[in-house]
């Protein structure tokens, strides 16, 4: 807890945004929320303005296109967003002096390997949402190379807005049987968890104990969308035999799927900081405020 630092965060009004926002006033952390009609950004002038009234500490950008399959036809719209935004924000950051923290998507990789991909991993996108994420990667890193965080993220799910876990919930009530891809390997990772990472890195950057660069933000443990589906009915009591494997060619969509999104986490040493915990324990502890989310 600081009196004197101010953190400032975009896409306040999207789940993690929420997320981040109240794992700030849990630790009694002045904060700027900015969502969409607040902050433009876009708008480079906007964005020098905003952090020229707020002064901020810290700034962390949970502000994205997440539409993956319209990126594929509106990558312009989407690389202003994904990849003027924080470069924007990045250039911001660099006159006011404030530490940036970038969220960003497995989706910069291949999604290929056969093994976690590490931190420093080539990246190769393959969808035009990976390849506008990346770009917005690269503005942060190139800005603000003592200063500049991005922190890659996948299969986020949280309270605060629509995802796989609020989905299945609507769907288990509504559905005799589910066919679910089994072939499409992950790290499902609570916002909430996601947040209190973002919160402790940030905490870690003004003390100068962590070395600026990518990190990778998601649960430890790994399963498939399918093994996450049968988890989660699990714990609506209902029958796990219920949820059936199939294969990723019974959904196909505009925007390829990574195969593999398991990311690793040995750069958190280097920061001081725990890796999120296993995705099951943070299922377990999630799930009342999901199920009060999506049934009231």
Not at 170 to 178: H, R, S
Not at 192 to 216: I, T, W
Request: net charge negative; with cysteine; charged share 25%.
């Amino acid at each position: 807890m600081s009196g004197d630092r101010t953190w400032l965060v975009t896409g306040a009004g999207g789940m993690l945004g929420q997320d981040v926002l109240a794992r700030l006033a849990e630790a009694g952390e002045t904060a700027v929320a900015l969502d969409r009609a607040a902050l433009d950004l876009t708008d480079a002038d906007a964005v020098i303005l905003a952090l020229e009234e707020h002064r901020p500490s810290v700034v962390v950008n949970c502000a994205a296109w997440t539409a993956v399959d319209d990126a594929e036809t509106r990558e312009d719209e989407a690389l202003r967003i994904n990849g003027d935004g924080p470069r924007h924000l990045a250039e911001a950051c660099a006159r006011s002096g404030a530490v940036l923290l970038h969220v960003s998507t497995d989706y910069v990789f291949a999604g290929d390997a056969d093994e976690p991909y590490a931190e420093d991993a080539p990246t190769a996108p393959r969808s035009a949402y990976g390849r506008t994420k990346l770009a917005g990667e690269q503005a942060v890193l190139k800005s603000l190379p003592e200063r500049g965080y991005v922190v890659r993220t996948a299969w986020l799910y949280g309270a605060g807005g629509p995802n796989f876990v609020r989905t299945m919930i609507k769907l288990e009530g509504v559905k005799d049987t589910l066919d679910v891809v089994d072939d499409q390997r992950g790290q499902p990772t609570w916002s909430a968890d996601l947040a209190a990472l973002l919160y402790e890195l940030g905490r870690a950057a003004l003390a100068g104990v962590a070395p600026a660069g990518v990190y990778h933000g998601t649960s430890s443990g790994e399963t498939t969308w399918f093994g996450f589906t049968r988890a989660i009915f699990e714990r609506l009591g209902a029958d796990p035999e219920r949820v059936r494997p199939t294969t990723s060619e019974a959904f196909v969509r505009p925007a390829p799927r990574p195969a593999y999104s398991v990311l690793g986490h040995d750069r958190w040493a280097a920061a001081g900081i725990t890796p999120i915990r296993d995705w099951r324990e943070a299922l377990t502890e999630a799930f009342p405020a999901l199920l009060k989310a999506e049934r009231g």
